[in-house]
């Protein structure tokens, strides 16, 4: 990968610049890049339940830590070995949940590059946070699911090649509220085309596009999909959910690694070729100690994100869920700290399109809040610290007497 990445990647990122992002036009090299990378054994590096027949190469999550950091310093990267979210959480759902037709019919074309999907959980009515509040509804009629709805920040959603959405609603038999709160949403298949979806507009996020996968508002009225578009059973919405959002996490975390990786290179170079005051600005003290501060906090990131890779390759997602966590939070505030840094040390410059700083920011600015804000996090992590079997008064720890 690394090879790979240094040889026929890395150098076409102006091109790729020049294409995407100035004339808002497909990078034409992609197929071609696309070709290469699959010959090479590249491609779907990020299923580590890859069937045999399907198209790739079948890695653990901890073998795909280590691609996801070289690709994370890219944004772009990630599309050449078909790895890019959110198609990648997708197909492991579809991996999971899929019946052999569906996966014929929207898995299929996904593993080959052939389109690309979204994910479409948060509406812009209700706190999406808590997912129990996902409103749009999902009603039984018939041999077919009647969708109606709006959905925000479908990232992909808004690319010219996305032909499904995997949406999240209220399932019609179980919607009474009595019905416990986890077990009233489904998924289902939506193709972008279907009478009724509409693509209100592309969302930015902090002033950017995101050129991978535009984030598209969709509204959803009186759609039509039949009832074989339905994921799982009626009512396993959250369970399906689960299953997507443990690798969508993790991998925004390992891609974060390398980005943080390689704002650290950019502090060191530019610091050591500019020169304020007399002396070249790498010799501050201020600067050193950010530069090593940002070592620091990106090693212990990267470590337990290797340990949750590591976990989730050994005891699945249910072992590995209080990890997951733990580098949901960590790795975007180290991310977030570091970039901060890193713009700080450029100057003017770290903040324009010529640099990819601001990137990063918004990056790690973005993962705080998307699959789950922090606060959200931090408290499935504090519910999960059990107390220890003393009171503080009994507590062999404690040597002096508190009563009696
Ligand atoms: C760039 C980007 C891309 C995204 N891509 C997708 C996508 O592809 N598909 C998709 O469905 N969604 C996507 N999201 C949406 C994201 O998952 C939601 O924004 C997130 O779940 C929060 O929901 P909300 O925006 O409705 O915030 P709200 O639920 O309104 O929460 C707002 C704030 O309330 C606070 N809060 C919430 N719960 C608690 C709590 N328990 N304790 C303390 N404070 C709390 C937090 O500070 C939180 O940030 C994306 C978001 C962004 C920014």
Same mark, same amino acid.
């Given at each position: 990968m690394q090879a790979f990445f240094d040889t026929y990647v890395l150098p076409r990122n102006r091109e790729w610049h020049d294409h995407v @992002? *100035?004339? =808002?036009?497909? $990078?034409?090299?992609m197929r071609e890049l696309q070709s290469k990378a699959r010959a090479q054994g590249l491609w779907n590096l990020g299923l580590p339940e890859l069937a045999p027949g399907e198209p790739g190469t079948r890695l653990s999550n901890l073998e795909y830590a280590g691609c996801c950091e070289i690709l994370g310093r890219l944004a772009w990267a990630p599309e050449a070995f078909n790895c890019q979210a959110p198609d990648v959480p997708n197909m492991i759902t579809l991996q999971n949940c899929a019946n052999p037709d569906q996966k014929k019919r929207w898995l299929a074309p996904l593993l080959e590059a052939q389109t690309r999907s979204c994910f479409a959980m948060t509406e812009p009515d209700v706190a999406s946070s808590d997912a129990t509040n996902i409103a749009t509804t999902i009603d039984k009629q018939g041999g077919n699911y009647v969708i109606n709805g709006r959905k925000w920040f479908s990232t992909g959603a808004a690319h010219p090649r996305c032909t499904q959405i995997m949406l999240m609603g209220v399932t019609g038999? @179980? *919607?009474? *509220? $009595?019905?416990d709160r986890t077990r009233r949403h489904s998924i289902v298949m939506v193709p &972008?085309?279907?009478? #009724? @979806?509409?693509? $209100?507009r592309e969302v930015r996020w902090m002033g950017c596009r995101d050129h991978v996968a535009p984030i598209g508002e969709i509204e959803f009225t009186d759609v039509r999909v039949p009832l074989e578009n339905r994921l799982g059973e009626e009512g396993d919405g959250f369970k399906i959910a689960q299953v997507r959002l443990g690798p969508a996490r993790v991998h925004h975390c390992m891609r974060q690694i390398g980005l943080a990786g390689l704002m650290i290179e950019l502090m060191v170079a530019r610091a050591a070729e500019r020169k304020a005051f007399g002396r070249a600005i790498i010799e501050y003290d201020t600067l050193q100690r950010w530069i090593a501060e940002s070592r620091v906090e990106l090693e212990q990131a990267k470590l337990i994100t290797l340990k949750c890779a590591w976990l989730l390759d050994r005891q699945g997602h249910h072992g590995a869920w209080r990890e997951v966590s733990l580098v949901k939070v960590a790795v975007p505030n180290m991310l977030q700290r570091v970039a901060d840094r890193t713009i700080q040390v450029f #100057? $003017? &410059? #770290? #903040?324009?399109? =010529?640099?990819?700083i601001h990137y990063a920011l918004s990056y790690a600015r973005l993962m705080r809040i998307g699959d789950g804000p922090d606060e959200v996090h931090l408290r499935q992590i504090f519910r999960m610290e059990a107390p220890p079997i003393w009171k503080i008064d009994y507590s062999p720890y404690i040597t002096y007497p508190m009563s009696g």
């Open positions: @992002v *100035k004339r =808002d036009e497909a $990078a034409p090299f038999a @179980v *919607k009474d *509220k $009595a019905t &972008m085309d279907a009478p #009724g @979806v509409r693509l $209100a #100057g $003017a &410059m #770290g #903040g324009t399109d =010529d640099a990819p």
